[in-house]
């Protein structure tokens, strides 16, 4: 079956747009198999990793641009899989234009040397995080980024970590809690978590915390940001804007767990240094400056001023 395949995809790399099914069959090799959104195939990040890794012996057709691989080429390599039935491209589909079978998927990650595996699954993790809108209003694209992401991480969770953690998987957490989910999003950050100390060590952030105290669990959320500011203090110092972010963080959840008066000084605190640090002009600054009005403003009402 695998000889089968790789003759498919020899002949679909034939088709024009020569020399990019192959590529592109990486890709969607590493991918939900149930259904991958078109806009993350023909990303940016998708366009050029399909631009830099044209089969090379393919460059040889006269008609064949030296120019960067374009959406209606990437589109069209989509077809060119779809012809030789290597994927299904549906593109009235919404969010799950191609689907694949998984063992097309498997003979084609194992026909992949392990570096070569990683720099595709480095890309598929660009392209979902691109294709990704800052603000969710679809829930079924969410959902179907959602599960792209799993099956990356399935795949080649290795990759995702090295050198740093890649974004799409904070961002994958951040879309259960803010659809919703948010018990669902606290159990993916305390596995995520479990992910980070393994492989950056336990100094790493993560957005546990966030979604603990979203839960209800303000003290907790309370508790925990001030052991990771201890740890922030120690290893980057008083000054290193991850170190600011967090008593930013801290603050609040103070004020959430019944202290308005501590989240006043907190904040007080750290716009003297956001101040001296950033100054005053740096978007930082301004927002700490309304958030110290804010709970200046509660903490007055708690001791009977006017709120």
Do not use: K
Not at 29 to 45: C, E, H, K
Not at 145 to 160: E, F, S, V
Not at 220 to 240: I, K, R, S, Y
Not at 248 to 276: V, Y
């Amino acid at each position: 079956m695998a000889a089968a395949w790789s003759l498919s995809i020899e002949h679909a790399d034939r088709l024009r747009p020569t020399s990019l099914a192959r590529p592109m069959l990486h890709l969607v090799a590493l991918l939900n198999p149930n259904g991958i959104p078109a806009t993350v195939l023909t990303s940016p990040p998708a366009l050029a990793y399909l631009t830099e890794h044209r089969t090379p012996d393919g460059g040889t057709d006269p008609d064949v641009s030296p120019r960067a691989v374009g959406v209606d080429d990437a589109t069209d390599a989509l077809r060119c899989l779809h012809r030789l039935s290597l994927v299904d491209h549906t593109p009235s589909t919404p969010h799950q234009e191609v689907r694949v079978h998984n063992l097309v998927q498997r003979a084609t990650r194992e026909a992949l040397p392990p570096a070569a595996r990683d720099l595709a699954a480095r890309t598929c993790a660009d392209a979902l995080y691109e294709a990704w809108p800052e603000v969710e209003r679809d829930t079924a694209l969410g959902q179907a980024l959602r599960a792209n992401t799993a099956a990356l991480t399935a795949h080649a969770a290795d990759a995702l970590w090295q050198p740093d953690g890649h974004p799409v998987l904070f961002h994958t957490g951040n879309s259960l809690g803010h659809t919703g989910l948010v018990t669902a999003a606290r159990a993916f950050f305390q596995d995520l978590h479990t992910a980070a100390r393994q492989n950056l060590g336990p100094d790493h952030p993560d957005d546990l915390i966030f979604w603990r105290g979203r839960l209800g669990d303000t003290s907790g959320a309370a508790t925990a940001t001030a052991e990771l500011l201890a740890d922030f203090l120690q290893v980057l110092g008083p000054d290193h804007p991850d170190t600011l972010s967090t008593r930013h963080n801290l603050a609040p959840w103070r004020g959430e767990a019944g202290d308005a008066a501590g989240a006043a000084t907190a904040f007080a605190e750290l716009q003297a240094d956001s101040l001296r640090v950033l100054g005053s002009d740096h978007p930082a600054s301004l927002t700490t400056r309304y958030y110290l009005a804010q709970w200046r403003g509660q903490a007055d009402g708690a001791s009977g001023g006017v709120r």
